[in-house]
């Protein structure tokens, strides 16, 4: 059974950093595509950041262009996403994501295997 497990999650203040973790178990990811996504209340869930199996892509979402850094560890089986420069508009529920496939996507319907969400609450 595939496990897909997000931590890191909290709170703070604007300007401030966290790193969330995203451990899978169950399957090995070095050949699969990865990414996260976050979804605040009554609305969709939006993606944020992608990554493709070896490192070599990695794709943004506008809005947290330049102040998120999305990487991944195979031999830990392992994703990070590092949050700096938070906003309040940050704020969420953010969730991992593995695909079936290697490359890195934006469309959450291309994932197969999600985790259950760390909430980060940026407050000013």
């Known amino acids: 059974q595939v496990q897909v497990v997000e931590s890191g999650g909290g709170l703070v203040q604007t300007g401030e950093s966290l790193r969330l973790s995203c451990a899978v178990s169950?399957?090995?990811?070095?050949?699969?595509?990865m990414g996260w996504f976050r979804q605040t209340p009554g609305t969709e869930r939006e993606f944020v950041a992608a990554?493709?199996?070896?490192?070599?892509?990695?794709s943004y979402a506008d809005t947290v262009k330049g102040r998120f850094t999305i990487s991944r560890d195979n031999a830990k089986s392992t994703m990070y996403l590092q949050m700096n420069s938070l906003k309040v508009e940050d704020t969420a529920v953010y969730y991992c994501?593995?695909?079936?496939?290697?490359?890195?996507?934006?469309?959450?319907?291309?994932?197969?295997?999600w985790g259950q969400g760390t909430q980060v609450t940026v407050s000013s």
């Open positions: 994501a593995v695909r079936n496939a290697a490359a890195a996507v934006a469309n959450s319907a291309l994932y197969n295997y």
């Open positions: 169950g399957r090995n990811i070095l050949h699969l595509g």
């Open positions: 990554i493709n199996w070896n490192s070599s892509r990695k």
